[in-house]
């Protein structure tokens, strides 16, 4: 089992910028990558960004594509989301996922493709 901790959500003016921390605990060893999605209200969970947690090769969504930076820090078995240049669009519950087997690129971008996930954190932009 993988345990995942997200924080640095919060309300921010567009424009401004917020850093999310994803901690993982409990069997990290063989993660193969890790990823962010974010859920507006409705039932589908949109793919951000993801990292692959041994080559550092990332993904991003067109939507985030030059205004978010996501990284990881293996030592502490964290990942981190920069998300500058907000806009009241970003609004969403952010989730962090990790993924156990190794997988395409492409594939990363599939919420069913991961195995664990956090339990969210809220990032309100206000215009």
């Known amino acids: 089992q993988v345990q995942l901790v997200e924080s640095g959500g919060g309300l921010v003016q567009a424009g401004g910028s917020l850093r999310l921390s994803c901690a993982a605990s409990?069997?990290?060893?063989?993660?193969?990558?890790m990823g962010w999605f974010r859920q507006a209200p409705g039932p589908e969970r949109e793919f951000v960004a993801a990292?692959?947690?041994?080559?550092?090769?990332?993904l991003y969504a067109d939507s985030v594509k030059g205004r978010f930076t996501i990284s990881r820090d293996n030592a502490k078995n964290t990942v981190y989301l920069q998300m500058n240049s907000l806009k009241p669009e970003d609004t969403a519950v952010y989730y962090c996922?990790?993924?156990?087997?190794?997988?395409?690129?492409?594939?990363?971008?599939?919420?069913?493709?991961?195995?664990?996930w956090g339990q969210g954190t809220q990032v309100t932009v206000s215009s």
């Open positions: 990292i692959s947690w041994w080559s550092g090769d990332s």
């Open positions: 996922a990790v993924l156990k087997s190794a997988i395409s690129i492409g594939r990363m971008t599939r919420a069913a493709e991961y195995d664990y």
């Open positions: 409990g069997r990290t060893f063989s993660t193969a990558a």
